[in-house]
Nanobody, 115 residues
Framework: QVQLVESGGGLVQPGGSLRLSCTTSGGIFSFFTMAWYQQAPGNQRELVATITPARLTNYADSVKGRFTISRDNAKNTVYLHMNSLKSEDTAVYYC?????????WGQGTQVTVSS
């Protein structure tokens, strides 16, 4: 069974930075397309960024130029580097691992952007 554990969330002031981490176990990490999603209260879960096994990346328009997704296959870990954070980035951030019809989720980590 594939398990994903996120970390790195917290409270940060507007304009600040955070780095989220998601470490996987139970599967071949390098074969997965990894992604980060965000879910704000009352909203649907939305895609933030993806990175393929070939390290091709894609971003939601709302985070382009501010967030960077990366992966370290040796550590079975995907990262989301978040800069210039805004109050509207406040959400629970979920990590997702996907391969063919298989999809796995982490438990989420809270990011709160507030002064």
């Amino acid at each position: 069974q594939v398990q994903l554990v996120e970390s790195g969330g917290g409270l940060v002031q507007p304009g600040g930075s955070l780095r989220l981490s998601c470490t996987t176990s139970g599967g071949i990490f390098s074969f997965f397309t990894m992604a980060w999603y965000q879910q704000a209260p009352g909203n649907q879960r939305e895609l933030v960024a993806t990175i393929t096994p070939a390290r091709l990346t894609n971003y939601a328009d709302s985070v382009k130029g501010r967030f960077t997704i990366s992966r370290d296959n040796a550590k079975n870990t995907v990262y989301l580097h978040m800069n210039s954070l805004k109050s509207e980035d406040t959400a629970v951030y979920y990590c997702n691992a996907r391969k063919l019809q298989q999809s796995y989720w982490g438990q989420g980590t809270q990011v709160t952007v507030s002064s």
